[in-house]
C-alpha cells in the first residue's frame, strides 16, 4: 500500500514524523480521512481523536485546534496540542471535566463571554482527552 507523510507539530515541536498508510482527522466541518496521493487540501482541524494506521496497526492522538494541509503526498498538521492516547491520564482528564462543567454552569449567570468560551474550551479538550484514551484501551 502507498504511503503518505504525516507530520503533527506543535509550539513545542515535533509529535509524529512518519510514513503512514491512512490519517483521519476531525475538521471542523466534519471528519476527514487522506491517504497516499491525496489532492491538495487545506482544512481547520477541531478539538478531538487524530487517528492514523501504519502496518496494520492504529495509533490514536488527541489533538486540540489548528490547521491542516495536504500537499505532495505529506500531510501536516500544526495544531496546539496533541497527546498519544496511551499517554492521557483519565483520571486528570475526568477532574478537568468536572472543573469546565463547573465553569460553565456559573458563567452561564454572567455575561462572561471569554471565560464562557475558555471553559467550553477546556470541557472540549477532556473530552477529548477521554474519548482518545478510551478507544486505544478497546
Keep these: ?31 476527514f480521512g487522506v491517504l497516499a496521493n491525496h489532492a491538495p487540501f487545506l482544512s481547520t482541524v477541531k478539538t478531538g481523536t487524530l487517528t492514523y494506521k501504519v502496518d496494520r496497526i492504529t495509533k490514536f492522538l488527541m489533538v486540540s485546534g489548528g490547521f491542516t494541509e495536504v500537499s505532495n503526498n505529506q500531510v501536516t498538521f500544526l495544531v496546539e496540542s496533541a497527546e498519544f492516547g496511551e499517554h492521557i491520564d483519565v483520571e486528570r482528564a475526568l477532574r478537568a471535566k468536572e472543573r469546565a462543567e463547573k465553569r460553565l454552569l456559573q458563567v452561564q449567570q454572567s455575561a462572561e463571554k471569554i471565560n464562557r468560551t475558555r471553559a467550553e474550551a477546556a470541557l472540549q479538550r477532556a473530552l477529548a482527552r477521554i474519548h482518545t484514551a478510551e478507544m486505544v484501551r478497546h
Design 1 to 31: 500500500m502507498a504511503q503518505i507523510h504525516l507530520e503533527v507539530v506543535t509550539p513545542n515541536g515535533a509529535v509524529v514524523s512518519e510514513a503512514v498508510d491512512i490519517v483521519t482527522a476531525p475538521g471542523v466541518h466534519g471528519e
